[in-house]
């Protein structure tokens, strides 16, 4: 089974209200990952967990936060989400080492009004 | 840093027609290369990937060949299908956990 979910799927938020967005995997992986997507962009990858060590990306270091209160589970947390915040949000895992292969949820569509 | 430039946005064939979508990266060292398909509604899935110069990765019809000296893994499929309608990303990882990828390239097949 190579399932990842994520929810909510859609999430609607006001501007300056926190955000709070769920990723669950099955398949025992080490390494689960947060990207940001945008319309016509790259997928943008925001920060990863390593087992209970969590690496964010220097821009994104300050504006998103991330708890994996076990091995299954991961959320992503924004403070105070602002117009720039509204994009798709994919989850991913991977077992561990460079280079693997990752698994993505079907993501989370946050729009911030 | 590394990256990686699909230069077609968007592609639109009828069924059975053959298909190329041009994937070329830039890297430091020597990069593991994929390719990921990303249909309505869904996440991306991993579709294959390559890692050494000349190997040929492929999956479902669709193939790619590493090519090191052209910085180069386009995507190849001899006879799309109505079904093949979906985002195909490029990607390269240079080892650490960190997946690069391309903009994407929008498939549209017609009856």
């Known amino acids: 089974d190579t399932t990842v979910k994520q929810n909510p799927r859609y999430k609607l938020a006001r501007v300056g209200k926190p955000v709070n967005l769920i990723c669950s995997q099955t398949?025992?992986?080490?390494?689960m990952y947060w990207y940001q997507k945008k319309p016509n962009q790259a997928p943008k990858l925001l920060l990863f967990y390593y087992d209970k060590i969590l690496n964010r990306e220097a821009d994104t270091f300050e504006k998103f936060q991330s708890s994996r209160p076990n091995n299954s589970f991961c959320s992503l947390y924004i403070g105070s989400a602002g117009l720039e915040y509204s994009a798709m949000y994919l989850c991913?895992?991977?077992?561990?080492?460079?280079?693997?292969?990752?698994?993505f949820g079907p993501g989370t569509r946050l729009t911030v009004l | 840093g590394d990256s990686v430039t699909q230069t077609e946005g968007q592609v639109a064939l009828s069924e059975e027609d053959f298909l190329t979508i041009h994937c070329n990266y830039s890297a430091s060292g020597y990069p593991a290369l994929f390719w990921y398909v990303q249909y309505p509604g869904e996440g991306p899935q991993f579709l294959f990937r390559?890692?050494?110069?000349?190997e040929k990765g492929s999956s479902r019809g669709f193939e790619a060949t590493y090519n090191k000296e052209a910085t180069s893994f386009h995507l190849q499929k001899a006879s799309v299908q109505e079904s093949d309608s979906a985002v195909y990303y490029c990607?390269?990882?240079?080892?650490?956990?960190?997946?690069?990828f391309g903009s994407g390239t929008q498939l549209t097949v017609m009856p």
């Open positions: 990607a390269l990882s240079d080892g650490s956990w960190q997946l690069i």
């Open positions: 390559a890692s050494r110069d000349k």
């Open positions: 991913a895992s991977s077992s561990p080492g460079g280079a693997r292969e990752q698994y």
């Open positions: 398949m025992n992986h080490d390494t």
